[in-house]
């Protein structure tokens, strides 16, 4: 009666043991399934935030370019600019000048003095 006590107990033992190693089993791949799931969301989230700093990178060299080009425009048309001031400061000038010249002849025809 022993041996069938030791008996039916060693195979309660043996069954629970069974049974708590094929639940971990079944728990590990639950786990290894949700942990490939997990990682492949990832790399697509990855891949997406990759893509969108891409973008990104591409649009600000397409800014920084086109703000060279505005920039080199930007310069060129102050160049312009300048030239039209200092052109325009010139005939200022050149506009007193006629006119300083032109009250100087006044005047001295008046007082009678050539010119």
Known sequence: ME?????????VALGIALVLFLATGFYAMNLNKKSNEVEQELTEQKRLVMNDLNTMAKQYDEAISENQISNKNLIDARGRIQGLIDSLQISETNVKIVEIQTKIRIVTKRNGMCY
């Open 3 to 11: 041996n069938s006590n030791n008996s039916t107990g060693l195979k």
